[in-house]
């Protein structure tokens, strides 16, 4: 097999466990939180736990990438992801599981905090469009794809199967990628920042705790004391970047107007794909009366749809700027989403399959020009950083997402599912202002 084909699909493979198993709980929670005797909301932490220790970890494992080896990081995330995969599948209560899925969400992260990265090393700059496009459609299909493939494997088994396919996908993933995938010298002479390390995970874990302990209810200490540590720290955190060669944190791409506009835009996007794809399997169980693999099979036009416009974004993109497709494909998305919202009490499934459809296509054509705009807009030797920033920004707007979700079923017992959605839409909507005002900025 030929060493660039090789390394194309072991990154194809892992990236898709990775992006999959985010997802792919999310159809099954009514039925694993009914198993395992948890409510709705709890069950959540299902998808939580994995998502907030990706959303922590991808910054510190990029500079690791950048200092030691993205072929490194990204094969000993796939050991982890693998292996963790078999416990999630062999967990027997709410809090085995969330456990579980904190320490696969570690392997996840490593492996999407350098596969941008890997693949600017594969791909010669001529076709590096190409390769980001192809990196993108495996992640917005998978992100999207969730859902069906759950039906999929529900339709077969019980819900620890979601979990145990993941573990022989992951394991190839592991051969092929230390059979191909190319290694980088890294920076052997700059030493790892441990205590900037520290500082984000810290921050990030006190902001997402306050996030997700006021979306579950809870008040007092639960919220302020996470805020009143994290604040400082993040203070901190910050100063402390400002003086690094290599941030961790890396402000010096962010001072990059199209850099910092495009990662604003992902984080928009992403908390309204996540408002989305949590709660209409609720809505389709609890208000329409489906069942779980119903539920995947309506959801499926939104990959498909993806998977359609993607390429002719790729295309698009060597004609027109990446904000203005941006712009249209989030206006897109924000109108399904209003659809999805608005769909009467005996919906016809022609009707909701036609909004799902409009959802993906306007996603696909949003992320392939955004997520090439921020690999290209960093230097070659910050590619580790931009490619931790991209996927940190897509999990920062999944987490919000995911939290929200909890919030408005909280707040709005009967209504919940009707208030996700109207949120979607309107963070789709400021995704579509964020990406339009990019066209006053030169593409990199």
Do not use: K
């Not at 019980?158 to 010298?185: D, H, K």
């Not at 902001?207 to 203070?235: D, E, N, R, S």
């Not at 100063?239 to 001072?255: A, G, Y």
């Not at 036609?354 to 230097?379: D, E, K, R, V, Y």
């Amino acid at each position: 097999m030929p060493q660039r084909l090789g390394a194309i699909i072991a990154i194809a493979l892992g990236v898709t466990m990775a992006v999959l198993d985010g997802m792919i709980a999310n159809v099954a929670l009514p039925t694993i939180g009914a198993d395992l005797g948890a409510s709705a909301a709890s069950s959540i932490w299902v998808v939580n736990a994995y998502q907030l220790v990706i959303a922590v970890s991808l910054l510190p494992l990029a500079s690791l990438g950048d200092l030691w080896s993205y072929r490194r990081i990204y094969l000993i995330g796939l050991a982890v992801f693998a292996s963790m995969s078999v416990f999630c599948a062999l967990s027997d209560s709410l809090l085995e599981l969330t456990l579980a899925r904190m320490l696969q969400g570690l392997g996840a992260a490593a492996v999407m905090s350098v596969n941008g990265a890997l693949t600017r090393l594969i791909y010669p700059r001529a076709r590096l469009g190409r390769g980001v496009a192809l990196n993108t459609l495996i992640v917005s299909v998978a992100a999207a794809a969730g859902p069906s493939v759950a039906a999929a494997i529900l339709s077969l088994a019980s819900w620890p199967w979601l979990f145990a396919v993941s573990a022989p996908v992951g394991l190839l993933a592991l051969i092929m990628g230390w059979r191909f995938l190319p290694s980088n010298e890294g920076a052997p002479s700059q030493r790892f920042d441990l205590p900037s390390a520290l500082l984000n995970v810290l921050t990030l874990g006190c902001f997402f705790l306050a996030v997700t302990g006021f979306a579950q209810g809870h008040a007092g200490w639960w919220l302020v004391l996470p805020v009143l540590i994290g604040v400082p720290l993040g203070w901190l955190f910050v100063r402390r970047q400002l003086s690094r060669s290599m941030p961790l944190l890396p402000v010096d791409l962010l001072r990059i107007p199209i850099f910092a506009l495009s990662i604003c835009s992902s984080i928009s996007a992403f908390t309204a794909q996540m408002l989305a794809m949590v709660s209409i399997p609720f809505y389709f169980q609890h208000q329409l009366g489906l069942n779980a693999i119903q539920t995947g099979l309506l959801m499926t036009p939104w990959p498909l749809a993806t998977m359609l416009t993607a390429p002719l974004a790729g295309r698009l993109l060597e004609r027109y700027h990446a904000g203005l497709l941006g712009g249209i494909g989030m206006l897109l998305f924000a109108g399904g989403l209003w659809g999805l919202a608005s769909l009467p009490d005996s919906p016809g499934f022609a009707l909701i399959l036609a909004w799902m459809m409009l959802c993906g296509a306007g996603f696909g054509l949003f992320q392939s020009p955004n997520n090439h705009t921020i690999i290209t807009a960093a230097p070659i030797h910050r590619s580790g950083g931009a490619s931790g920033m991209l996927s940190t920004a897509r999990l920062v707007g999944q987490t919000c997402g995911a939290a929200l979700v909890a919030l408005a079923f909280n707040l709005f017992v009967d209504d919940g599912t009707h208030v996700a959605l109207l949120a979607a839409s309107a963070f789709a909507v400021i995704a579509a202002l964020v990406s339009s005002s990019r066209m006053r900025q030169a593409l990199p």
